[in-house]
Every structure is written in C-alpha cells, then in structure tokens.
Nanobody, 129 residues
C-alpha cells in the first residue's frame, strides 16, 4: 500500500513557474518509478513526466519537454515537478502516481495510466493569460 499526497498547485500567470511536490508513504520509496499526469476539464488524463526509482532516467511528454523537470529525493520520499514557462494550456489537475511494474533502477515508468498502481488526490494548477 502506498499513499501519495500532492501539493504546490495554485494560480499563476502565463510565463510563470510552479513546483509541485508529491509525498509518498508506505512501501519503500526507492523501489518504484513515479509519474506525473494531468487532467483538464472534459479531457482524458494525460502523461506529463516520469522518473525511475534511481532518479537516473526520466521521460517527458512532448508538450512539456524543455519546460518541466521531474526529480525525486528518495531520502525525503518525495517526487517533484518543476514547471517553468507555464502556458494557459497547462491548466489542469495534476496527479502523481506510483508504477510498480518494473523493479529495474533504470525503468523510467510508463506513460500509460493503467500501469500505475496508486494515485494521489491531485492538485489544481491554473495558468492565466
């Protein structure tokens, strides 16, 4: 069992930055990949970024590549999403999730929702134009 709690969302102007955090508890944090997803009103949940449990491998959606950075601090049981150069189209509820499907330290996590075993409750990010 894993519990995930996101924080750091809010309202920001276009071009601004936010850093999301996701605190994990339960299963040993340094044993599974983590991902960030987002869901805008009326749209499906979509992949944003993921990171291996070692932190050495990351993967990004094309829409955020070069603007967002995923990282993790295993000693703090926390994964982060640094979001820069935010755009109105980044407005969504952001979720972190845990992927237990592959124990390799270089497995960067799936980009598909069904592969994730546990989800946080989400944090709202709103970018005004």
């Amino acid at each position: 069992q894993v519990q995930l709690v996101e924080s750091g969302g809010g309202l920001v102007q276009a071009g601004g930055s936010l850093r999301l955090s996701c605190a994990a508890s339960g299963r040993t944090f340094s044993s599974y990949a983590m991902g960030w997803f987002r869901q805008a009103p009326g749209k499906e949940r979509e992949f944003v970024a993921s990171i291996s449990w070692s932190g050495g491998m990351t993967h990004y959606a094309d829409s955020v590549k070069g603007r967002f950075t995923i990282s993790r601090h295993n000693a703090k049981n926390t994964v982060y999403l640094q979001m820069n150069s935010l755009k109105p189209e980044d407005t969504a509820v952001y979720y972190c999730a845990a992927d237990f499907s592959n124990a390799s330290p270089e497995y960067s996590g799936s980009y598909q929702v069904p592969w994730y075993n546990y989800w946080g409750q989400g944090t709202q990010v709103t970018v005004s134009s």
